[in-house]
């Protein structure tokens, strides 16, 4: 994105900068306008992606995205900073309305041989005209703050759904490829115990037996790391459901990667321009703006009004026979020797205003050069997936001709033992690369984020 096109999607914001708050919705659709423009996906446009992770047909997938949901701990952690920036902007507004206090006492005092008893009930209040627009100000800037905690809440829903959607995908990969390396092992066993015998017959000599055990060390040597990423995997979605791996139980599934799992998305456009690193970005600039609009505002007079009123009972201890006493004390206070200080906490704001409008531009750039390289990482892992596909057919079918061939005495052992490690080899790159572009399609889903993120949170 050059200067000229993104410094014209934010336009409005720079104009905005001497009011009291920037206008969201004006930024959010000219952003919308533009990215519309860029035609990004549109490749992709297609069918309702809001729940994209039931297209894979799994029961369990879906269990632990519900469960991930509702008991994942960083999720309820800012969902409970959420509600305490929703509590610091009620009481933000309160400032809105005059504030005191009601005070009810007794005294009773002696001097010499004199006692006298005093009971008053007074109700104090202290009112902040808000003739300036300071208070709006702080009120707009906790408003922001608690929009912008509400964006963070939206971001973690998208970051537990879509870490449970690649842990269980990794998962039954790995179970996958666990039970290939194991079919792989049987048939290497079996292929010993014959060359075993045709050694000991004078048949066959040991090379032949040393290369297939050494075949069949490499194949073994692979199962430690095969579960030990399953373990890890388990551990990644326990913690993403709130819970200990030993208390999680994940079934075997391996008809999960013969499923139709495509990516298709109704708005591109919006998909982009609603991600919530790019909506809390603009919300943290409204922040800032405001608060730097309530810095300026401090330079002007604090206008406020004071009234006091209440009763007195001379000479008793309840309030009986009482006299009304009330006071009402408007106020103008202007700290003019105080303006160095006033002058340089206004600068202050106002960079963190201008830094926060910079982050906001680099947050939107990221955002489409993101989703562009989620493009062609998904255009990559496709075409891989096909050609590793191909080669496995080839590798297969070569091993299946060499094997003809041995039974007919027509190529050496050795010959035959290296058609199987292609093919070992090839059967092992096609899972890989099964497991990657299925993961590469939901990482496009994940960056993808902005319709599907607010239907689970609305």
Known sequence: MSKLTLAAVAI?????????KI????????????????????????????????????????????????????????QLQLQSALARLGAQRSEYLPQGNVSIDTTRSSLGNVQSRQSQATVNLDWQVDLFGKVTALVDAANAGAMSQAEQ???????VVSSVAKGFVSYQGNKQKQQII??????????????KARVEEGVANELDLNRTLAQLK???????????????????????????????TIQEELSLFNRD???SLASPSDAIALRPDISRALFEFSQANSLSVAAT????????????AGVVSLGYNQLSNTQQQWQVSPQIKWSLLSYPALLAQRDAQQFLSKAAFSQYQHVVINAMAESELSLQLLVKQTEQNAYAKERFNYANNAFLQAQAMYQEGQIPYLELLDARQDVLIAQENAVDSTISSLLAKVDTYQVFNGRWSYALVN
């Open 297 to 308: 505002k401090t330079l002007l007079p604090d206008i406020s009004l004071t009234a006091f």
């Open 23 to 78: 206008d969201e919705q004006q930024y959010q659709a000219d952003l919308q306008s533009f990215v519309a423009q860029t035609q990004i996906a549109s490749q992709l446009q297609g069918t309702d992606e809001l729940t994209w992770w039931q297209q894979l047909d799994s029961a369990q997938l879906n269990e632990l995205v519900v469960k991930a949901r509702a008991s994942n701990h960083n999720l309820k952690t800012s």
């Open 182 to 195: 194991n079919l792989q092992i049987d048939a290497l066993q079996q292929s010993i115990a014959v060359l």
């Open 12 to 20: 409005a914001g720079l104009l905005s900068g001497c009011a009291s």
């Open 153 to 159: 809440v939206r971001l973690l829903h998208i970051e």
């Open 261 to 263: 799992f495509t990516v």
């Open 218 to 248: 490499q194949q073994q040597s692979l199962l430690p790391e095969i579960e030990y990423a399953q373990f890890r995997d388990l551990s990644a979605l326990a913690v993403l459901t709130g819970q200990l791996s030993s208390e999680l």
